[in-house]
């Protein structure tokens, strides 16, 4: 399901150092590492609802290849049709309590604008319809010449709220998704590993108790999206699990990762952690 916090949050005043490429046959953002340092692997970024060319998810594009050392892709999974940034002050209008009669009034003004913004969203991106494009795009990745001289390419999946679960149903290693990788004869696996942020549209414990390749998920304890006696209740299942791992971030909401308001310092201290989060996971399972 989605909830108010899935159109919500901040914007980052970081600026965007990548570069917009077509990626077998995508829209991609693609962040680089640093100039003569050659990449530990590729991470595909499954973005939120706000897409690809969301300001906050190619700064974190751009955290990921500057400190990790890898390329990372941020494809246009969405077909055109992710939220624009817009919707995050409506959607703050329509939910926050109205500090006067005036602003109670303009509430629904704020609605009317917002719905032709997110109608086309929900309509067109759905996981069903979008999911064979994720997996596509990863066994193009598998089965072409690496972008970096390796005799063994590494490529890891994050994915956030939306992209979570493209993520955790990747997870789940399907044999139809497998292909034979560049060069070989042997179908294998597409990733190496996940990391997920308050990933949304779970189905519980389901599509948890199918993930096999090593996956790190981190939720709020305030996450409206998933809920906090689930998360707990997950948070034991993948404890049982060999390796995965999730934390529970306290006093973090639905997005917290990615959507972060700069002037909030307890957000920005949540959206911190999930960084290094990933970067150590990336550097465990990629090198």
Known sequence: MSCPDCF??????GTPTGTE??????????????????????????PDAFGWVF?????????????????????????GHSLHSDVIGYMDHVVEPAPTWLSLLTKPVSFLRMLPLAVPFMLNTKIPATHPGVVSFIQKLRTSPPPFDTKDLKIGAAGFCWGGKHCV???????????ARHGETEKKRLIDCVFTAHPSFLDLPKDIEAMTIPTFITVGDNDAVVGAKPAVETKALVDSMEGHEMVIEPGAKHGFSIRMRPGDKHEMECAERAERQALEWFEKHLG
């Open 8 to 13: 919500r949050g901040g914007i980052s005043p």
């Open 21 to 46: 490429e077509t990626i077998h046959g995508l829209p991609t953002y693609v962040a680089r590492p640093p100039e003569g340092v050659t990449p530990r692997g590729i991470v595909v970024f499954v």
């Open 55 to 79: 300001v906050n998810n190619r700064v974190l594009c751009d955290v990921y290849a500057k400190k990790g050392s890898y390329i990372v892709y941020l494809p246009d999974f969405m077909n």
């Open 169 to 179: 149903l990747l997870a789940a290693d399907s044999e139809e998704d497998r292909v």
